[in-house]
């Protein structure tokens, strides 16, 4: 990272923070969590979608994406069923693909103060 990069990164935080004085600052995406999605079959990186639960807060949605810049998700149910093989179970076959929307907020899983979030 360069120094105009965490100056990028500390004006684009700053005025999320100015717009969103009492929102959540961040997300904690853990180590095994990104594994898990990177370590899928032709995964090449994980896109991370914006959503609001059901109270209203913002959360994150990560899939990962293949060399063609496509979401990896489970094919329809009706396709999973067809593709699976006799041998494996449904759930393994479904075990194939990871989405995650489980990421602890800051706060409370906040930083110190710091350039990014204070």
Do not use: F
């Not at 600052?25 to 990177?38: N, P």
């Not at 807060?57 to 009706?78: E, F, K, R, T, W």
């Not at 494996?88 to 990014?116: D, F, G, K, M, Y």
């Amino acid at each position: 990272m360069t120094n105009n990069d965490l100056q990028q990164a500390s004006a684009w935080t700053r005025n999320y923070r100015n717009q969103n004085p009492t929102g959540i600052k961040a997300h904690c995406l853990s180590a095994e969590t990104l594994q898990s999605i990177l370590s899928q079959k032709d995964c090449v990186g994980v896109r991370a979608y914006y959503g609001l639960d059901d109270a209203g807060q913002p959360q994150l949605v990560l899939v990962g994406y293949d060399a063609n810049d496509h979401d990896m998700l489970p094919a329809s149910p009706i396709m999973a069923l067809q593709s699976v093989e006799s041998k494996r179970s449904i759930q393994e076959a479904e075990l194939s693909v990871s989405v995650s929307t489980n990421h602890q907020p800051c706060p409370p899983c906040c930083s110190e103060e710091n350039i990014l979030n204070s």
